[in-house]
């Protein structure tokens, strides 16, 4: 009989917002601080997303030397996807929370960019609560608290009346999706059936 195994597998995952790449800011901000955002959500409380790994810690995780680990993180901050907070506890050292970045697009346009705290227990309704206020339109006091808003290019935000005010040209907006061919196919099946010749009149 074979003996048995003990043993552990750590099947967490964690996920990245595509948008991140599809828009060039991993590339604009480099690998090395890339590397350094994904470390320290890691490190994130799942309930405040605070984070306080060292300099230290987070070049020995990452295989990088102190200074690049701070110059990533001054890139971090100088692109609003970290912030330092003080912290409760009397601990030394920063303690960081990471912040998602969110494009909010009409077609190839950017509206203007969310950003929110990287909160693991809040961050999936977070998401989908912002997500349902832009689809409907409804304002979601809640989804929109602690939420900071970068108005894209030609764009300005207005925090009082909760507006973003700018122009689209209408050669920017995105077409109406194409009827799919399968749905146009069994209508015109049905239309030559009901209506037989009606279809050749009408087209």
């Not at 697009?105 to 693991?120: F, K, T």
């Not at 920017?172 to 209508?187: I, N, V």
Request: glycine share 10%; proline share 3%.
């Amino acid at each position: 009989m074979a003996a048995g195994m003990m043993g552990q597998v750590d099947g967490t995952f964690t996920t990245e917002q595509r948008d991140l790449f599809a828009s060039g800011l991993v590339a604009e901000i480099g690998v090395s601080a890339y590397a350094v955002w994904s470390a320290i959500k890691y490190y994130a409380d799942l309930n405040t997303g605070e984070a306080f790994p060292g300099i230290r810690a987070l070049g020995d995780k990452l295989g990088i030397g102190k200074s690049t680990v701070q110059r990533a993180i001054e890139t971090l901050e100088a692109h609003k996807m970290l912030r330092i907070v003080k912290s409760h506890s009397k601990r030394r050292g920063q303690t960081y929370i990471a912040r998602e970045r969110l494009s909010v697009r009409v077609g190839s346009r950017v509206l203007c960019v969310i950003v929110l705290d990287y909160v693991p227990a809040r961050m999936r309704g977070k998401i989908t609560r912002l997500s349902h206020s832009l689809e409907t339109g409804e304002h979601d006091d809640e989804a929109w608290a602690d939420v900071e808003i970068i108005p894209g290019p030609g764009f300005e935000w207005d925090a009082t009346a909760g507006l973003l005010r700018g122009r689209v040209a209408a050669s920017e907006l995105p077409a109406a999706p194409a009827q799919d061919d399968a749905t146009r196919q069994l209508g015109a099946s049905i239309l030559a059936r009901l209506a037989p010749g009606l279809s050749e009149k009408i087209r």
